[in-house]
C-alpha cells in the first residue's frame, strides 16, 4: 500500500530488485478473473496466464491447441482480477516462432489484453524475436529447459539439462536471452545444480518449476496447488482438494432441490413492487 491507500503493483524492474535482495518471487498460473482475485489477495507477485490454459481449463491433451484469441480472453480475464502482482501472458504456439513482426503483433495483442510482460520458449533462436519485442517497449520473460510448445520433439514433459552438452546449450541459451533484452527466465524441469549454475551466471531473475530451490522464485501450476488436476506432476504440491469440495458442494445442493429443501423463502422474491399480486405479465424479475 503506499501513502495514497492505493496498494503498489508488482512491475518487471521489481523482478530484479527482488531478486538483487534475495526476496523469493512467488508466483502462480490463473486463467479466469476469479481464480485471479484469489491468487492476488493471497499476495502473489506475479500471476502467469500460462498457455497451461489449454489442460488446466480448456480440457486440451497439451499446450499446442491455445490460440492467440484464447490467451487474449483469458489474460483480459485475469487483468480485471488483479490489483498488484504482476500479470505475465504466454505468447501461444505460433505465434512468434514464424516471423519476428507477427510476434511483436501478437505480443502487443497480449499487451492490450491486460500483461505486463509476455512469455515465450527457446533461447538463442529466439533471441532476435525477443530483441524485436523488447524494442516495442514489451518485456519478455524467457522460458528454458522442457519447453511445453516442443513436447512432440521432446517425446513427453521429461528432464532437460541432464548432460554436459545440454547443460553448457542452455546456459548459452541463457546468456543469449539476456543479452536479447529478456526480463527474467522460466527454468522448467531442469537438474536443479543446472538451475542454481544458470542463476548464478546469469544477471536475470530465474523463477523454477520441477528445478529446485537454487532460482530467485517458484511457479506452480494452479490448479495443481488446488487440487484441480486430474494427474499433478511430481514437481508440484498439492495444498488443497478443490475437486472434491466442488463436488460435495453441488452434490449437496442437488440434494436439497430433489429433497425440496431448496430454495427457501429467503432465495425467492415475492411481488411487493408490483402490490403484492405476483409477477406481472411482462416483468423483468
Ligand atoms: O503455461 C504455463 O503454465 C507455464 C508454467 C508452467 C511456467 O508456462
Redesign the pocket.
Known amino acids: 500500500m503506499n501513502q495514497e491507500g492505493l496498494v503498489k503493483r508488482v512491475t518487471v524492474p521489481e523482478l530484479a530488485r527482488m531478486r538483487a535482495a534475495g526476496h523469493p518471487i512467488v508466483a502462480i498460473?490463473a486463467y479466469t478473473t476469479p481464480e485471479a482475485r484469489c491468487c492476488d489477495a493471497a499476495g502473489v507477485d506475479v500471476v502467469?496466464v500460462?498457455?497451461?490454459l489449454g489442460r488446466a481449463v480448456l480440457g486440451l491433451p497439451d499446450?499446442l491447441g491455445v490460440t492467440v484469441e484464447d490467451m487474449e480472453r483469458h489474460t483480459a480475464a485475469v487483468a480485471r482480477g488483479v490489483r498488484r502482482a504482476l500479470v505475465v501472458a504466454?505468447l501461444p504456439f505460433l505465434s512468434y516462432q514464424a516471423e519476428p513482426a507477427e510476434a511483436v503483433r501478437n505480443a502487443g495483442r497480449l499487451v492490450r489484453a491486460g500483461a505486463s510482460a509476455v512469455?515465450l520458449e527457446g533461447g538463442l533462436a529466439m533471441a532476435g524475436t525477443v530483441e524485436r519485442i523488447v524494442a516495442a517497449g514489451i518485456p519478455v520473460v524467457g522460458?528454458l529447459g522442457f519447453t511445453?510448445q516442443s513436447v512432440r520433439r521432446f517425446g513427453g514433459a521429461r528432464v532437460q539439462g541432464r548432460g554436459r552438452r545440454e547443460a553448457d546449450q542452455l546456459l548459452a541459451d541463457a546468456r543469449a536471452l539476456e543479452t536479447a533484452g529478456a526480463s527474467a527466465l522460466?527454468l522448467?524441469l531442469i537438474p536443479a545444480e543446472l538451475a542454481a549454475g544458470v542463476t548464478a551466471a546469469s544477471g536475470l531473475p530465474t523463477i523454477g518449476?520441477g528445478a529446485g530451490p537454487g532460482c530467485n522464485g517458484q511457479?506452480l501450476?494452479l490448479h495443481d496447488v488446488v487440487g484441480l488436476s486430474p494427474r499433478v506432476p511430481r514437481l508440484a504440491r498439492v495444498y488443497a482438494d478443490l475437486a472434491r469440495a466442488m463436488s460435495a458442494a453441488v452434490a449437496a445442493y442437488a440434494a436439497d432441490v430433489r429433497g425440496g429443501a431448496f430454495p427457501r423463502p429467503e432465495n425467492s422474491h415475492d411481488g411487493r413492487r408490483w402490490g403484492g399480486d405476483g409477477i406481472q405479465p411482462g416483468s423483468d424479475a
Do not use: M, N, Q
Request: aromatic fraction near 0%; proline fraction near 7%.
Open positions: 498460473t502467469l500460462g498457455d497451461s499446450e504466454d512469455k522460458h511445453p522460466v522448467e518449476i511457479i501450476v
